[in-house]
């Protein structure tokens, strides 16, 4: 079984629907990521959290939220969403021990379309 | 400036080639530097650190240049299954292990 999986893997929907993304993890890493991935810009860093209590925003946060339900739940939620967050949405779990680089390790990801 | 860089490609190489890529970074403080692998429509994996000394592993030779701000990812005898995206990876300083990713270069293996 994958250690990260997220659901769903694909989604079409239309302007101004209530997304949800959900990443679920069995690693029992403490830190998770979203990532969006767009074709020839890498991937940018939407929002990050640390611990269960812990929500921090990334580089483009603007038009998305999260939750983080649990150590190994974190969704990510799109409020409205609209054409230009059409992309691949990652997520990914580190576990950064003393000593240690902090590897991230990436779900399979979830290809949306906002038509 | 993009804190990462890299050619887009595509390199387009025969089976057995040696291709090389480099990326640049714009922040000199950074610390931690690593290349990931992504195949089509498939997750980023991590394929090795890179360390200062540079290092290898099988037919992967990474090297890390502080002074000119360049990483570069060295691949001997070209195989088919070597064809994918290779991601160069940055952990700046005081971004709290948080990687910031370059757009990924791009190579085609052919037989």
């Known amino acids: 079984d994958a250690d990260v999986t997220q659901t769903p893997r694909n989604r079409i929907t239309k302007t101004g629907k209530r997304i949800m993304l959900e990443c679920s993890q069995t690693?029992?890493?403490?830190?998770m990521y979203w990532y969006r991935q767009d074709p020839g810009l890498g991937l940018r860093l939407i929002y990050y959290?640390?611990?269960?209590?812990?929500?921090n925003k990334g580089e483009i946060s603007d038009g998305y939220s999260v939750s983080r339900q649990a150590q190994a739940k974190f969704s990510l939620s799109l409020e409205s969403a609209i054409p230009n967050q059409t992309a691949l949405y990652f997520c990914?779990?580190?576990?950064?021990?003393?000593?240690?680089?902090?590897?991230?390790?990436f779900g399979p990801g979830t290809r949306l379309t906002v038509l | 400036r993009k804190e990462v860089e890299q050619d887009p490609g595509p390199f387009n190489v025969p089976e057995g080639a040696t291709v090389a890529f480099n990326c640049t970074y714009s922040n000199s403080a950074s610390q931690s530097f690593f290349w990931y692998r992504q195949d089509c429509r498939k997750e980023p994996k991590l394929l090795m650190s890179v360390y200062s000394s540079g290092n290898e592993d099988g037919r992967f030779t990474a090297q890390l240049n502080r002074a000119s701000q360049y990483i570069s990812l060295l691949i001997r005898d070209s195989k088919l299954s070597d064809s994918a995206t290779y991601l160069c990876v940055v952990n700046p300083p005081g971004a709290g292990n948080m990687l910031t990713f370059g757009g990924g270069t791009r190579l085609m293996v052919k037989p």
């Open positions: 959290s640390f611990d269960v209590k812990d929500i």
């Open positions: 990914a779990t580190s576990d950064l021990r003393a000593g240690s680089t902090d590897t991230q390790y």
């Open positions: 690693k029992g890493h403490d830190r």
